[in-house]
Nanobody, 126 residues
Framework: VQLVESGGGQVQTGGSLKLSCAGAGFSVDDFSLGWFRQASGRGREGLAC????????TYPDFAKGRFTISRDNIKNTLNLQIDDLRPEDTAVYYC????????????????????WGQGIQVTVSS
């Protein structure tokens, strides 16, 4: 399982960004997938996750409304649309994958995912 993130960079406050994660060695529709981020000096937090089989999506309360996860089975990619970016969104963003099916109980927590991408920097300037 290999995951490679793209689409990061520097954006202005209020702007939008779409991150992509290309999967290799597996099919994204066979895995539960997620997006996480880690700001400097902080732990890794879940942003949006999607379960295999039923496509059940999970967003932590703070991420609802600005973050949208989607899966492209043809391109074998996972995407994250981020709107209304703020300086506090500055972080390294990671995609993750796991073959487990959480049957509607996906919590979007780090412990639920076994494979991780290298991460990509997103910097939001004011």
């Amino acid at each position: 399982v290999q995951l490679v993130e793209s689409g990061g960079g520097q954006v202005q406050t209020g702007g939008s960004l779409k991150l992509s994660c290309a999967g290799a060695g597996f099919s994204v529709d066979d895995f539960s997938l997620g997006w996480f981020r880690q700001a400097s000096g902080r732990g890794r937090e879940g942003l949006a996750c999607i379960s295999r089989v039923d496509g059940y999506t999970t967003y932590p309360d703070f991420a609802k409304g600005r973050f949208t996860i989607s899966r492209d089975n043809i391109k074998n990619t996972l995407n994250l649309q981020i709107d209304d970016l703020r300086p506090e969104d500055t972080a390294v963003y990671y995609c993750a994958a796991d073959p487990s099916w959480y049957r509607g109980r996906l919590e979007c927590r780090r412990r639920e995912f076994a494979s991780w991408g290298q991460g990509i920097q997103v910097t939001v300037s004011s």
